[in-house]
């Protein structure tokens, strides 16, 4: 049971990929660039008429998008790998409602940075859109913060690594960079870091960040 997935280095392909790891799933990496020239963004809408990354084509050949979607389903199709909280679970309400804030209030920001053109046509303006763009994710991460502070940890819904941390830690790795993450995150840090320090999602951070090991 094999399954495809759609990406490219250090985009929101990097938690499917450590998911997938993680999990032990059978996947095919297919790189694509959905900021590339038409050719490329043209072989990204074949499979995602969005024309994003992750795509991610499950074992029946349905296709799935949408990073949160993909990370849930992956999280409760293969349980036995302890990434999600269970549907019972006391945790499964927190790890929904961040999932989804991440999704929608962080990742979607980028929809505005990966092309500033689809939201205003004048290009004068699009300086401006990138900065608040920015300024955006740096206010939702210090409202996670603050919803954080004080939990009990290590990792954000306690004692072990979930999905949750593993969306967290890629998004601590993007714009508006490591080091505005890590001021504005002081309560999220240490799970981030944790996460970071699995050998398994080590290897996939090495390949897509470049890190040193
Ligand atoms: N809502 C989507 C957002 C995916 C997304 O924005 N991916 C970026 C790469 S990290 C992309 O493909 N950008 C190209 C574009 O928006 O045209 C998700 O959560 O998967």
């Known amino acids: 049971m094999a399954y495809t997935l759609y990406g490219r280095a250090g985009f929101g392909s990097v938690c499917v990929e450590a998911a997938l790891e993680l999990v032990g799933?059978?996947?095919?990496?297919?790189?694509v660039d959905p900021l590339?020239?038409?050719?490329?963004?043209?072989?990204v809408?074949?499979?995602n008429p969005v024309g994003q990354v992750p795509t991610l084509i499950?074992?029946?050949?349905?296709?799935?998008?949408?990073?949160?979607?993909?990370?849930?389903?992956?999280g409760d199709r293969h349980s036995d790998a302890g990434l999600a909280p269970a549907i019972d679970a006391p945790e499964r309400a927190e790890y929904l409602r961040w999932m989804l804030f991440l999704a929608s209030s962080f990742y979607s920001t980028f929809t505005i940075s990966d092309g500033p053109e689809r939201f205003h046509p004048d290009s004068a303006t699009h300086a401006d859109l990138l900065a608040m763009a920015d300024r955006r994710r740096l206010d939702m991460w210090t409202l996670m913060n603050d919803a954080f502070d004080g939990a009990p940890g290590p990792?954000?819904?306690g004692e072990s690594l979930s999905?949750?941390?593993?969306?967290?830690a890629m998004m601590s790795r993007?714009?508006?960079g490591r080091a505005a993450f890590e001021e504005a995150c002081p309560a999220l840090l240490h799970a981030v870091e944790l996460t970071e320090a699995d050998t398994v999602v080590a290897e996939v951070w090495a390949r897509n960040f470049r890190l040193e090991r």
Do not use: C, H
């Open 163 to 168: 999905l949750l941390d593993l969306y967290v």
């Open 174 to 176: 993007w714009d508006p």
């Open 58 to 74: 499950l074992p029946n050949d349905s296709v799935m998008t949408e990073s949160a979607a993909i990370l849930i389903w992956l």
């Open 36 to 43: 590339g020239d038409a050719a490329e963004q043209r072989r």
């Open 45 to 47: 809408r074949a499979v």
């Open 155 to 157: 990792f954000l819904l």
């Open 25 to 31: 799933a059978d996947y095919e990496f297919v790189e």
